[in-house]
Nanobody
């Protein structure tokens, strides 16, 4: 079992920045990747960034160039640095730990989510 706790959400203005954090604990050796997802009201949950433990992060097209995902191995923490925020980035953001055996990511453990609201 892997326990995930997100933090860092809140209110930002369009064009602004926020950084989300996700601390992982438990059986981290049972997963080999983490990811950030988001879900806006009325929408399906979508992957925003995928963070393999042994290769570079990959991003959804909608956030490419604006969001940066990173991992601090020593702190068992992943981050999502969001810049040039848009109103359409408003959503609940979820941290996930899962498996990436080849190209497809398989989510296993979810955090509780943190709200990000982009509004002037």
């Amino acid at each position: 079992q892997v326990h995930l706790v997100e933090s860092g959400g809140g209110l930002a203005q369009p064009g602004g920045s926020l950084r989300l954090s996700c601390v992982a604990s438990g059986d981290i050796g049972s997963v080999n990747a983490m990811a950030w997802y988001r879900q806006a009201p009325g929408n399906q949950r979508e992957m925003v960034a995928e963070i393999p433990f042994v290769s570079s992060a990959r991003y959804a097209e909608s956030v490419e160039g604006r969001f940066t995902a990173s991992r601090d191995i020593a702190k068992n923490t992943v981050y999502l640095h969001m810049t040039s925020l848009k109103s359409e980035d408003t959503a609940v953001y979820y941290c996930n730990a899962g498996l990436l055996p080849s190209y497809t990511y398989y989510p296993k453990y979810w955090g509780q989510g943190t709200q990000v609201t982009v509004s002037s």
